[in-house]
């Protein structure tokens, strides 16, 4: 059985809870309407755009171990078939030069380090890396004069533009924070954002008489 | 009863004094990767690698490459240095080897890395078979002086890895001179054959 002073506890801790239960209720509404205020005025976060420098073809950047120069770009089309729907390529062609002097060691340029920027919005397109003497994926020798390649983007089959924007990415020589255990030996990693490269781009159909 | 005799402390003293004992008698040790073993040797030598191994048989110098399935049209592969081309025997022993990453590496401290063409690398055939193939390398004729094959395993550190280092014998400037003047016109990838070992 409880006693009388368990009943008049419980009574007074109902009041309690409940006196100011409004209020409560106002301020977390509040906090949510101010929430979706925010989230749909564009967010907190303020908008900077572009924070790296636009060049213009032909131009040479340097960027993390890899110097271009870039020359020209081309879309390539492929008109439908009977048997093959259209397609269409971008391809950017440059002079490249391994400028790794800090391990002096060959190695070929990763696709991630060259990317087509289609503006409105859209997710940047990654390259296939470097074809060089006509091979993909050519490891480019420190030490030795620059090399003629080209990049491919995908894109679709009614690609245009005036002029393309190619983004140029650079890692940066680090080593990982040590204390976790990881080895603190520095290594090229981390690709930022270094430059924005404009084209202006011919356009070639392929007929396909020879591939 | 007393936890720590006199004895006790002098044996903990005595084993600590012996862990920088240790260290003291080999600081080059304490840095350096322990798991790794370096076979060091030369071209035409059997090189021991797990219980596979590998011979360098031949080194090549051109001025083209040529992949063995090339037809009429196709163009041989040119540089503004030089092709290295190293031929290899290798024999599977029983267990799996690491695969061996080859990299040349020169005094001048140039790393060079395997031209990026399907035939053009080193790997091992299933077990009681040899194979013969080709690497090759693009290098840069200035920096050819003590030009080092090295082939490093995949890195697994909870394993004694062995690591082959092959001297190409360029031990000066002269050597590396003469060896791109008489660079070959074209080097052609063979085909990978592999026989019972």
Aim: proline share 6%; aromatic share 8%.
């Amino acid at each position: 059985m409880e006693s009388l002073d368990d009943v008049i506890d419980a009574m007074i801790a109902e009041r309690v809870i409940h006196r100011h239960r409004r209020k409560w209720l106002i301020a977390i509404a509040l906090v949510v309407v101010l929430a979706l205020i925010v989230l749909a005025t564009g967010g907190w976060k303020e908008k900077k755009g572009r924070t790296v420098p636009t060049l213009t073809a032909p131009v040479t950047v340097t960027s993390g171990k890899w110097e271009y120069n870039f020359t020209k770009a081309e879309i390539v089309q492929h008109p439908k078939k009977e048997y093959s729907p259209a397609e269409a390529e971008l391809l950017v062609y440059f002079d490249l030069k391994n400028m790794d002097d800090e391990q002096d060691t060959s190695d070929s340029l990763d696709g991630r380090l060259l990317r087509l920027v289609p503006g409105d919005g859209k997710d940047l397109v990654e390259s296939n890396g470097a074809t060089c003497r006509g091979q993909i994926g050519w490891v480019v020798v420190f030490g030795l004069p620059p090399v003629s390649c080209v990049t491919e983007f995908d894109v679709p089959p009614d690609f245009t533009a005036d002029m393309v924007e190619i983004g140029v990415l650079g890692e940066r020589f680090e080593s990982d924070q040590g204390f976790l255990g990881a080895n603190e030996d520095p290594y090229w990693q981390q690709p930022e954002a270094d430059a924005v490269v404009q084209i202006k781009p011919t356009v070639v159909v392929d007929n396909g008489e020879k591939k | 009863m007393k936890l720590y005799r006199p004895a006790t402390v002098l044996v903990g003293v005595l084993f600590i004094l012996l862990g920088g004992l240790t260290r003291l008698a080999t600081p080059d040790h304490v840095y350096e990767k322990q798991n790794m073993e370096v076979v060091h040797g030369t071209i035409g030598e059997k090189l021991p690698y797990g219980d596979s191994s590998v011979t360098i048989t031949r080194m090549k110098f051109a001025k083209t490459v040529l992949e063995s399935g090339a037809g009429e049209d196709d163009e041989p592969i040119e540089t503004d240095g030089v092709f290295v081309a190293l031929e290899w025997d290798a024999v599977r022993g029983v267990t799996e080897p690491l695969s061996a990453n080859p990299t040349l590496r020169a005094d001048g401290g140039t790393i060079y890395r395997p031209l990026g063409v399907t035939e053009s690398g080193l790997d091992f055939p299933d077990p009681g078979f040899a194979q013969i193939g080709a690497v090759v390398f693009e290098v840069n004729p200035s920096d050819l002086k003590g030009l080092t094959l090295r082939l490093d395993p995949a890195p697994l550190y909870n394993v004694l890895y062995v690591a082959i280092d092959v001297d190409l014998g360029i031990p000066s400037e002269d050597v590396a001179q003469r060896l791109v003047d008489g660079a070959a016109a074209q080097y052609v990838f063979g085909n990978r054959e592999v026989r019972v070992a």
